[in-house]
């Protein structure tokens, strides 16, 4: 993935801080705080290493990039909450 992937995404991550978060689960992360943010994270990083080691065992390998998606995702809204962009 390059760069630019990374930076447009985080782009639209900052585009919904302040959106109604009725309708933006950005918004409603962000919203909500670090700790939601940081406990969503934890879970995405489990639910990611649980992936690996079933597809070391058989299991479907897309699954991994499924689930490394969602943890890049939550800690690129993670960067956000503090006003970092993934460039730094």
């Known amino acids: 993935m390059n760069d630019d992937v990374l930076a447009r995404l985080a782009a639209v991550i900052e ?3 302040g959106g109604d ?4 689960y950005v918004a409603r992360l ?7 943010i940081l406990k969503k994270i934890g ?3 489990t639910e990611a290493v649980l992936a690996a080691k079933d ?4 299991g479907d390998p897309a699954r991994i990039v499924a689930e490394t ?3 890049w995702f939550h800690c690129l809204v993670m960067l ?9």
């Open 15 to 17: 585009s919904r801080r």
């Open 69 to 71: 998606a969602d943890l």
């Open 43 to 45: 879970e995405e990083a």
């Open 30 to 36: 962000l919203a909500r705080g670090e700790d939601a």
């Open 55 to 58: 597809a070391g065992r058989g």
């Open 80 to 88: 956000a909450n503090y006003g970092l962009r993934p460039e730094q």
């Open 21 to 24: 978060p009725e309708t933006s």
